[in-house]
């Protein structure tokens, strides 16, 4: 059984950084896909960052994060997901997910939709108040 271990939240004041990471207990393949999601009380997940391990940094990004994070492969069961100018609206539970192997056109980048993904952490709470 796979699991993933998200380290790294805490509270910051607007405008600060955190720096999450994503332990997985075994490798994380060529070909799988990492996801970061975040769930604000009363609102729906949603996933905000992926990157596409083996691919070079082939990364994509939710708007409302473009810009301010960054995902990164870390080495062979690590990714972290650096997290710049945290606004009062990035306060969330924030998740790493994983789906094995899969396979991508030259430039497609991973699915940030919730179903896609099949294996989760429990996540870490970020929160950002002034």
């Known amino acids: 059984q796979v699991q993933l271990v998200e380290s790294g939240g805490g509270s910051v004041q607007p405008g600060g950084s955190l720096r999450l990471s994503c332990v997985s207990s075994?490798?994380?393949?060529?070909?799988?896909?990492v996801a970061w999601f975040r769930q604000a009380p009363g609102k729906e997940r949603e996933g905000i960052a992926t990157i596409y391990i083996g691919s070079h940094g082939r990364t994509a990004y939710d708007n409302s994060v473009q810009g301010r994070f960054s995902l990164s492969e870390v080495n062979a069961n690590t990714v972290s997901l650096q997290m710049n100018n945290l606004k009062p609206e990035d306060t969330a539970m924030y998740y790493c997910?994983?789906?094995?192997?899969?396979?991508?056109?030259?430039?497609?980048?991973?699915?940030?939709?919730?179903?896609?993904?099949?294996?989760w952490g429990q996540g870490t709470q970020v929160t950002v108040s002034s």
């Open positions: 997910a994983v789906k094995k192997s899969v396979w991508l056109m030259y430039g497609v980048p991973c699915s940030l939709g919730r179903s896609d993904y099949t294996l």
């Open positions: 075994v490798y994380m393949d060529n070909r799988d896909c």
